[in-house]
């Protein structure tokens, strides 16, 4: 895991690539645990020491994850992890990574500390465009503090009438208490070719 101040980055987007997907452990607050739980069953979580997780695959992939040839997306959408919705950055009280300054952010008056993964391949390295700086992180710091839902980055355009597919698929997958692969299956079966309107961050 290679951790970069937000000041290395100049722009980021997701791409739907799923490697966030794949490769990390996510873990649930305790009311986000109890929501899935009682949605899909306590089978779809898992649990360490001290933390709740989301089950993963014997492949290490999250069990929510569905995947195509081009494109992978979240099927928990309305009850998306914060964790999740707040990848690949990391919203800091304090400076934990290098040195301080290049991850100081100032957001109304409060001094802030931002990182991103650099795993994610969604992000573009250099000096921060202005979109970046100014409504991309701002939006990741509202994540964090519960004022926002998502990124506006997190989706990828679509016409409308592939979003109103798109949204309800996600309908679909999130009233629905069957197993993922039938989703999967069921997903598939209209083509996929409606899933860049949901991100995985
Ligand atoms: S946030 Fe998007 S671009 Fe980044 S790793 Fe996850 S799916 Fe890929
Ligand atoms: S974004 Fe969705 S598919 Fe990806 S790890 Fe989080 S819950 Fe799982």
Redesign the pocket.
Same mark, same amino acid.
């Given at each position: 895991m290679q951790i970069v101040p937000w000041s290395q980055v100049s722009s980021w987007r997701c791409n739907a690539c799923?490697i966030?997907?794949r490769r990390?452990d996510?873990v649930l607050k305790l009311p986000e645990w109890l929501s899935i739980v009682k949605k899909y069953g306590v089978k779809y979580t898992a649990s360490s020491i001290n933390s709740f997780l #989301?089950r993963k695959r014997p492949d290490g992939s &999250?069990?929510?994850?569905?995947e195509a040839p081009n494109a992978a997306?979240?099927? #928990?959408q309305r009850t998306?992890?914060q964790? &999740?919705k707040l990848?690949p950055f990391k919203i800091l009280d304090r400076p934990k990574f290098g040195s301080p300054s290049n991850a100081s952010y100032r957001f109304g008056n409060r001094r802030l500390f931002i990182y991103a993964d650099a795993a994610c391949t969604g992000l573009t390295f250099g000096a921060p465009t202005h979109d970046f700086a100014y409504s991309v992180i701002p939006e990741f710091i509202e994540i964090a503090f519960g004022l926002r839902q998502n990124s506006s980055k997190a989706r990828l355009s679509c016409s409308r009438s592939t979003n109103l597919v798109a949204l309800e698929i996600a309908r679909v997958f999130e009233e629905s208490a069957a197993h993922i692969a039938v989703h999967r299956a069921y997903a598939f079966s209209l083509g996929y070719q409606f899933p860049l309107q949901f991100c995985?961050?």
């Open positions: 799923g966030c997907c990390y996510v #989301l &999250c069990t929510f994850l569905v997306f979240c099927s #928990l998306k992890p964790a &999740c990848w995985l961050a």
